[in-house]
């Protein structure tokens, strides 16, 4: 969830809300002064507003399909980061299938955010429109292990040898986390002899400990889960390495 609060005296919107955990995936991808970045699927823009601001990327890429989410994506821009610090040198975005953005840009960047549509788990069981479980989305729904691991490929493939791609998704399922990461990290070696190595991200349970409540048995990365006391998340992130 997102909410804009009001402008400053520069015009800029002062906070951006969302759910805490949102954080962590950026956090995770550890981002290094003259890093390049690609968020392949990055509107409404909320972690691309994160990645920004840890005022080490030379060049962000932000990406997503859909047209209208675009226009989102570039008004919080335009909202929240000053001119100066979002010129074309610095900040691209672009409307694109990310599906095929390995085709596209192959081995090019030194970090890559992969923030896949997912059946987006609190949204579903609070909000009526839209909801993905809807029985007129459910072919959509079916397909999404899919897409999530079309495009987690096409991230793995954009990323330089020695760079690192994050997984994330806002879902407790199984299947469109787990299961997808090892599905496209055994693509990416198979089809592509590319290969990748899940990083351990278990220090993210010991420094928010008492912040987030994290699922202590997943086989790769790490899942916060809502609890009464800790009232964040899901979320789902994994750090793969790209080692050639
Ligand atoms: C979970 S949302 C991203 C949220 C965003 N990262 C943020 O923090 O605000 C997933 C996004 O993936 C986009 N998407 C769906 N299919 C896509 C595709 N094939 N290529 C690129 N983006 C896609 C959707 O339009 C949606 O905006």
């Known amino acids: 969830m997102c909410r804009l609060g009001m402008p400053d005296c520069f015009g800029l919107l002062e906070y951006y809300l969302m759910d805490a955990s949102s ?12 890093h390049s970045v690609l968020d392949l699927c990055a509107a409404p823009g909320g972690k691309t507003l994160a990645l920004l601001q840890t005022n080490n990327c030379r060049f962000l890429t932000a990406n997503d399909l859909s047209v209208s989410r675009c226009k989102r994506l570039q008004t919080v821009m335009r909202s929240y980061v000053p001119r100066d610090q979002r010129t074309d040198k610095n900040v691209q975005i672009t409307t694109r299938d990310g599906r095929l953005w390995g085709d596209v840009e192959n081995s090019t960047y030194d970090r890559v955010l992969v923030d896949v549509p997912c059946t987006t788990d609190r949204h579903s069981l609070l909000e009526e429109e839209n909801n993905i479980f809807h029985r007129m989305r459910t072919k959509q729904r079916q397909m999404l292990p899919l897409l999530q691991t079309e495009l987690l490929l096409a991230g793995i493939l954009s990323t330089k040898p020695g760079g690192e791609v994050v997984y994330s998704t806002c879902t407790l399922s199984q299947l469109q986390n787990e299961y997808v990461v090892e599905r496209a990290v055994e693509l990416a070696a198979s089809e592509h002899g590319v290969h990748v190595e899940p990083q351990d991200l278990s220090c993210f349970r010991k420094v928010f400990k008492d912040t987030f409540n994290f699922y202590q048995d997943c086989r790769v990365g790490e899942l916060v889960l809502p609890h009464l006391t800790a009232n964040f998340g899901p979320m789902f992130f994994c750090k793969l390495l790209r080692i050639r």
């Open 23 to 34: 954080l962590l995936p950026v956090l995770a991808l550890d981002i290094q002064h003259g």
